[in-house]
C-alpha cells in the first residue's frame, strides 16, 4: 500500500509561485516513477510532469514548460513541483501520482498510476 499525500496548495495571484510537496509513505519510493496531475472546475484530468526513480527523464505538460520543475527527494520520500509564473489556467486540484510496476517506463497517461494522493487546491487569481 502506498500513502501519498500533497501540500503546498493555496491561493496566489498571478504571476506568483507556489512549491506544491508530496510525501510518500514506503522504502520503495525511490523505485516508483512519479507525476503530477491536475483537474480543473469542468475539465477533465490533465497531465502536468512526471519524473523517473532517478530523475533521469522528465516530461512536462507544454504549458507549463519554462514555469514548472518537478524533482524528488528520494530520501525524504518526497516529490516536488516548484510552480512559477502562474496563470489563472493554472488553477485546478493538483494530484500526485505514483508508478509501481518498476517494468513500466514512466508515462504521461493517469491510467498508468496506480495509486494518488488527495489533491490539493491551488487558485490563482488574476
Known amino acids: 500500500q502506498v500513502h501519498l499525500v500533497e501540500s503546498g496548495g493555496g491561493l496566489v495571484q498571478a504571476g506568483g509561485s507556489l512549491r506544491l510537496s508530496c510525501a510518500a509513505s514506503?522504502?520503495?519510493?525511490?523505485?516508483?516513477?512519479m507525476g503530477w496531475f491536475r483537474q480543473a472546475p469542468g475539465k477533465e484530468r490533465e497531465f502536468v510532469a512526471a519524473?523517473?526513480?532517478?530523475?533521469?527523464?522528465?516530461y512536462y505538460t507544454d504549458s507549463v514548460k519554462g514555469r514548472f520543475t518537478i524533482s524528488r527527494d528520494n530520501a525524504k520520500n518526497t516529490m516536488y513541483l516548484q510552480m512559477n509564473g502562474l496563470k489563472s489556467e493554472d488553477t485546478a486540484v493538483y494530484y500526485c501520482?505514483?508508478?509501481?510496476?518498476?517494468?513500466?517506463?514512466?508515462?504521461?497517461?493517469?491510467?498508468?498510476?496506480?495509486?494518488w494522493g488527495q489533491g490539493t487546491q491551488v487558485t490563482v487569481s488574476s
Open positions: 514506503g522504502r520503495t519510493f525511490s523505485r516508483y516513477n
Open positions: 519524473i523517473t526513480w532517478n530523475g533521469g527523464i522528465i
Open positions: 501520482a505514483a508508478q509501481t510496476d518498476y517494468s513500466r517506463t514512466v508515462s504521461t497517461l493517469g491510467s498508468r498510476y496506480d495509486y
